[in-house]
């Protein structure tokens, strides 16, 4: 059983606050670099945030910048994504990633992600 599943979606206001999990199941997550994604109805998939297996490293797009922070707690094999001030722009099925290749770079990897979560809702709407 080699498995990320994501919880913690639903419905906020704008101007509110989710935070998203990312839990791994049959291997160790802090092996792995993890990036969240998120893809809106109609459009092309979108990179959020990652981190690298250590968490010493983050990266965020610029949409997010400042309102989103990614975190992980490799004891509980878990990786987080605290949204704060949510945009109706924001939502999106949001999806975790894993990779285990080693990446060096100034922004969050694009591709080689090895596992992938199934995705959870966010909508954000007044």
């Known amino acids: 059983q080699l498995q990320l599943v994501e919880s913690g979606g639903g419905l906020v206001q704008p101007g509110g606050s989710l935070r998203l999990s990312c839990a791994a199941s049959?291997?160790?997550?802090?092996?792995?670099?993890i990036g969240w994604f998120r893809q809106a109805p109609g459009k092309e998939r979108e990179g959020v945030s990652c981190?690298?297996?250590?968490?010493?490293?983050?990266n965020y797009a610029d949409s997010v910048k400042g309102r989103f922070t990614i975190s992980r707690d490799n004891a509980k094999n878990t990786v987080y994504l605290q949204m704060n001030s949510l945009k109706p722009d924001d939502t999106a099925v949001y999806y975790c990633?894993?990779?285990?290749?080693?990446?060096?770079?100034?922004?969050?990897?694009?591709?080689?992600?090895?596992?992938w979560g199934q995705g959870t809702q966010v909508t954000v709407s007044s």
């Open positions: 990633s894993a990779r285990r290749r080693i990446y060096i770079g100034l922004r969050c990897p694009n591709g080689e992600y090895d596992y």
């Open positions: 049959g291997f160790t997550l802090g092996d792995y670099m």
């Open positions: 981190i690298s297996s250590s968490g010493i490293w983050t």
